[in-house]
């Protein structure tokens, strides 16, 4: 079975700071998946990282993947209110049949406070 | 273009009770995964269906059951459902067998009392 833990569970800030999450397996990953969550709906996908060491920005948000893909971290500069949301790790890995297995970390829960 | 709708949005039943959830697929897709997301939890993986069979299957007993209709659109069944069932179920739609993006619907939350 493949897990994935994510840290921190909970982080409250202030607006304008900075702050990072991080999701860590054992496992190796094909890809791997972030996604933000927001009450009464479904995770929408951020990024995908695919290759060991890749780094990929979306506006405040930095995704990277970490050499030997068990791992990765997302790091928001100057959090907004707007960022409020859980954020959501998630592994592809093959499963046979030509088909491939989503794996979900427990999430991040952030709020930030204006 | 329709995104990845599901219903009903809330439902409440019984311990014992079966419960059917349905989802349509974004146009395009033939390929649905679900999965049950529980209060404070990331989503775990039910099974995933395609060319109306289904493909894989995560770490959940036989009680839980689906179907896809020649249009992609799938349904989940539950039997026997217990408390522990409570929970949000999402459904993800993608392209073929391939490594494609998932989208996801916005769910439809169970409650067992």
């Known amino acids: 079975t493949q897990l994935l833990e994510q840290s921190p569970q909970f982080l409250s800030i202030q607006e304008g700071e900075n702050l990072t999450v991080y999701c860590n397996s054992s496992?190796?990953?094909?890809?791997l998946q972030w996604y933000r969550q927001e009450p009464g709906e479904g995770p929408v996908l951020l990024v995908t990282?695919?290759?060991?060491?890749e780094v990929k920005k979306l506006k405040r948000l930095t995704f990277q993947f970490g050499d030997a893909r068990k791992d990765s971290s997302l790091h928001i500069t100057a959090a907004q209110p707007g960022d409020t949301g859980l954020y959501l790790c998630?592994?592809?890995?093959?499963?046979?049949?030509?088909?491939?297995?989503?794996?979900f970390g427990k999430g991040t829960k952030l709020s930030v406070i204006p | 273009d329709a995104g990845v709708t599901q219903s009903p949005t809330h439902l409440i039943k019984t311990r014992g009770q079966q419960v059917t959830l349905r989802c349509s697929p974004k146009?395009?897709?033939?390929?649905v995964s679900w999965y049950q997301q529980a209060l404070g939890q990331g989503p775990q993986f039910i099974f995933q269906?395609?060319?109306?069979?289904?493909?894989q299957r995560g770490n959940f007993p036989d009680r839980f059951s689906g179907h896809q209709f020649p249009n992609y659109s799938s349904e989940l069944n539950v039997n026997a459902l217990l408390l522990g069932d409570s929970a949000l179920y999402l459904c993800?739609?993608?392209?073929?067998?391939?490594?494609?993006?998932?989208?996801f619907g916005p769910g439809t939350r169970l409650l067992v009392l």
């Open positions: 993800a739609s993608s392209l073929g067998n391939f490594q494609e993006t998932q989208y």
């Open positions: 496992s190796v990953f094909s890809s």
């Open positions: 990282v695919v290759t060991g060491g």
């Open positions: 998630a592994g592809e890995a093959y499963s046979g049949a030509g088909s491939y297995q989503l794996t």
């Open positions: 146009s395009g897709h033939d390929t």
């Open positions: 269906y395609y060319e109306e069979e289904e493909r």
